[in-house]
C-alpha cells in the first residue's frame, strides 16, 4: 500500500508539474506583444513551486511594461548554467555568482534582486549528535548543484579551509537536498536561508542548522545584454512598483524577491571576484 501510494503521489506530482507547464509556457503579461521575452529561473525548487511562484509575479510585470513573458523552468541548475552560457535567456533569475561570472563576458546585467542578504546553510537532522562541521568528514554531504552560490560554492570553500573531507552528492534542486537530510541518505545538506524557510514547517522540523555562510546580495533578475536599455528599465520599475502594494509584496516573497532594490555588477557582484571561488567552480557539470 505505501508503494501505491508513493507512486499516485509522484504521478500527481508530475500532472501539476505538467498542467503548471501548460498553463505557463504561453504568453505572460500582455497579450498584444509582438515577441514575447523567454525567462529563464534557477530551479532552486520544483519546477511546480517555481511556475505557481513567479507566473503571477511575471504576468503583472508583463502588464505593467506591456510586454509577454514565456516562463522557462530548466531541470537542474547546470542545464540553466547551460542555457545561460548558451545565451538562450532574455531574462534570468540567476545566483549571485552566475552574475559575476556572466559579467566577464558582458553578456547579462543585473536589474533587481531582494534587499534580503542570501545566506548559505549546512543542515543537519535534528537527532544529530554533530556540532561542528570538523565531526562531517568522510561522510556523505548533499548540494543542490556544484555551482549554487551559497548553497554549495560557499559551503565548499569553507568546507576545504577546515580540511574537512567529504563525498559531494548533488541532487538539482534545494528541495531535494533538505529530504535527503532527513532521511539519512546523507550527513548534511547545503541550502540558503530562504529556501528553508519556505520548506513545510513540519519539514523544518525535522532540520538544525550546523553552519551559516557569511551574507551576500541575493540573486539578482537580469537581463540579456540585448534587450533595449528602456524595455531593461521599465521592467527594473515595474518591481519597484508592485512592492508598493500588499498583493504585489505577496508575489515578491514568493519568488524570493521580498523587498526589491535596484542592484548593479560593479557594486553588489563584482567584489564576490575576491572570494576567489573559482577553484570550486565545476565546468560542464552533469
Excluded at 501539476?16 to 505557463?24: D, M, N, R, T
Excluded at 545561460?84 to 545566483?95: H, Q
Excluded at 555562510?213 to 533578475?221: D, E, I, L
Aim: with cysteine; proline share 6%; net charge positive.
Amino acid at each position: 500500500m505505501r508503494h501505491f501510494k508513493y507512486g499516485l503521489n509522484l504521478a500527481i506530482g508530475w500532472l501539476l508539474c505538467s498542467s503548471a507547464l501548460v498553463a505557463y509556457g504561453a504568453c505572460l503579461g500582455d497579450q498584444s506583444a509582438k515577441i514575447p521575452f523567454k525567462v529563464y529561473i534557477v530551479p532552486q525548487l520544483t519546477a511546480t513551486q517555481i511556475y505557481t511562484r513567479w507566473a503571477p509575479l511575471l504576468e503583472q510585470v508583463g502588464k505593467q511594461t506591456k510586454q509577454c513573458f514565456e516562463l522557462n523552468v530548466p531541470s537542474s541548475i547546470p542545464q540553466f548554467e547551460s542555457d545561460l552560457n548558451d545565451g538562450k535567456p532574455d531574462f534570468a533569475y540567476m545566483n549571485p555568482y552566475h552574475a559575476v561570472m556572466k559579467w566577464r563576458d558582458h553578456q547579462y546585467i543585473p536589474l533587481i534582486a531582494s534587499s534580503i542578504p542570501i545566506v548559505g546553510v549546512l543542515s543537519i537532522r535534528r537527532d544529530s549528535k554533530v556540532n561542528h562541521i570538523q565531526e562531517l568528514n568522510a561522510g556523505k554531504i548533499a548540494f543542490p548543484a556544484p555551482n549554487a552560490f551559497a548553497a554549495s560554492l560557499l559551503i565548499r570553500a569553507t568546507l576545504s579551509l577546515e580540511g574537512v573531507l567529504y563525498e559531494p552528492v548533488y541532487l538539482k534542486t534545494h528541495s531535494n537536498v533538505y529530504r535527503s537530510v532527513i532521511r539519512g541518505d546523507v550527513v548534511a545538506g547545503g541550502g540558503v536561508q530562504s529556501t528553508l524557510m519556505s520548506e513545510p514547517a513540519k519539514l523544518r522540523a525535522e532540520l538544525r542548522v550546523l553552519m551559516e555562510t557569511k551574507p551576500y546580495t541575493a540573486h539578482p533578475f537580469s537581463a540579456n545584454a540585448r534587450i533595449p536599455v528602456a524595455i531593461q528599465k521599465e521592467i527594473q520599475e515595474a518591481f519597484l512598483a508592485i512592492e508598493q502594494t500588499t498583493a504585489g509584496r505577496k508575489l515578491l516573497i514568493g519568488s524570493q524577491l521580498a523587498d526589491p532594490m535596484k542592484v548593479t555588477l560593479e557594486t553588489n557582484y563584482q567584489p564576490l571576484e575576491a572570494l576567489q571561488l573559482e577553484k570550486f567552480v565545476v565546468r560542464n557539470a552533469n
